[in-house]
Structure formats: C-alpha cells, structure tokens
C-alpha cells in the first residue's frame, strides 16, 4: 500500500499464479470487515511480479487501517483473495506521524505557492500598458529605455499598505536630464495614499532611464501606475 499526503493510496496485490493482463481494467470488490467498495483495478507486471493496483480515497485507508480482514470478490461467486490484515493498524500507526508532518509540509508549501502567485498580481507585468503614453511626440518627450513596465515589480508594493488594503492609481511626471536620468518626479494623481505616491516616485527616479540628448532643453515623461491587490 502506498498513501499519498492527500489522503487518497493505492493498494497493490500480487500473485505470480494469476494470469494477469498489464493495464488490463479488472472489475472488483474489496470487503474490509463489513465495509465494501468497488472499483476497476489495473493489472501490472514489472520486474517478475504480477498483479493488480486499484486507487482509494481516505475513507478506503481509514477502512484499511481499521479492518482485522481483506476479502476480494471478482464477482459474487468467485473470491480472488482472503488476507488477514491483523496488525495493520499497529504497523500504520508507526508511520501516520510521518504521513502527518509531510501533509503538513504539502499544505505549507501549497500556501506559499497560492501566496506568490497572489503576489505576482498584485501589479501587472507592465502597469502602463493600461494607458496610450500620455506623452504627446515633440522634443520635450524623453524615450524610456526598455520596458517602462519593468521599473515596478510585484515585489515593490508597500507592505503595510498591502496588510491594510490600500490601493489606487499614481500620475507622475519626470523630469529628464541630457543624460537619460531622471531629475525630478511630480506627482500629477495621487493614489489618496501618501506612501503609495512617494513609493512610486522613488522607484521610477530610481529605476528610470531614458535616451541621452545632446541638447540642454528639459524633457519630460509621464504616465501612470495602478497599485492594486487582488481579490
């Protein structure tokens, strides 16, 4: 028998005197005591051994970690096995701590996951993409190098404001200097967040970078940032 951190097993039975189909479907029943259930199991051979393995929920391993007696039935007639499961339970309870701690751990590491992945949502992979560029074409517009939607990341969200649920959308306005960085940010929208605006002035100023112009005539860029946790 082999169980699964969720709960479920597969029970295996083998018997090099049956003539066993790999992957053959073999409608059965399994008696544990007085509690019946049926299912197709699925005849395998590997290595030498021949036999069948059927799959179970929990309530099948509870009935297997309960029951002194295994019968299996091919039909109502013909018993294909009679197993004395005297022990069962004493052998099971050695390893339930073991199967406990890494259903634990599963579960830990599932909500990790699910918890990343929220994460990741909080911002999109591009938070201007949601607006045309607010820059009208002229000598004033600086040219971002790269992709302006990496300067803020997932990762960037202020952490006691994402605790309290706050959100909102950020204007801004950079100032450019001749050599691609930016000078100064304004905020043109604020959020309603003091934070949230002065976080993203500070990431944008910092992460920023546009092309150089030889000129000394002050460019600008503008856009907008939509802080926003999933729900």
Same mark, same amino acid.
């Given at each position: ?8 097993? @597969?029970?295996? &039975? ?16 399994? +008696? ?16 030498? !051994?021949?036999?069948?393995? #059927?799959?179970? /929920? ?6 297997? %970690?309960? !029951?002194?007696? +295994? @019968? #299996? ?7 294909? +096995? &009679? ?6 339970? %004493?052998?099971? $309870?050695? &390893?339930?701590?073991? #199967? ?7 579960? $830990? %590491?599932?909500?990790?996951?699910? $918890? +990343?992945?929220?994460?990741?949502? #909080? ?18 517009? =600086?040219?971002?190098? /790269?992709?302006? /939607? ?33 000078? =100064? ?5 604020? !959020? ?11 990431? &944008?100023?910092?992460? =920023? ?6 000129? !000394? ?15």
């Amino acid at each position: 028998m082999v169980e699964y951190v969720d709960g479920g097993f @597969i029970l295996f &039975v083998e018997n090099q005197n049956w003539s066993i189909v790999e992957d053959r479907k073999y409608p059965l029943k399994f +008696l544990f005591d007085d509690t019946l259930f049926t299912g197709d199991a699925t005849g395998y051979v590997f290595q030498g !051994s021949k036999g069948f393995k #059927i799959g179970g /929920g929990a309530d099948m391993a509870d009935a297997f %970690a309960k !029951s002194s007696r +295994l @019968i #299996i039935y091919k039909d109502e007639a013909t018993i294909v +096995l &009679v197993v004395k499961l005297t022990g069962t339970m %004493a052998g099971l $309870a050695r &390893v339930k701590p073991c #199967i406990a701690k890494l259903r634990r751990e599963h579960q $830990a %590491a599932l909500a990790e996951q699910r $918890a +990343l992945e929220a994460k990741r949502k #909080i911002i999109a992979a591009d938070p201007f993409a949601d607006q045309a560029p607010p820059n009208p074409p002229g000598d004033d517009a =600086a040219e971002p190098i /790269g992709n302006a /939607g990496r300067w803020m990341t997932f990762d960037d969200y202020p952490s006691r404001a994402m605790r309290e649920g706050r959100e909102g959308a950020v204007g801004f306005k950079l100032s450019v200097d001749a050599e691609g960085r930016p000078s =100064a940010c304004e905020i043109t929208m604020s !959020s309603g967040h003091a934070d949230l605006d002065a976080e993203t002035c500070t990431l &944008v100023t910092r992460r =920023a970078r546009f092309k150089p112009s030889p000129g !000394s005539r002050p460019r600008y860029f503008e856009s907008r940032v939509t802080w926003s946790i999933p729900r």
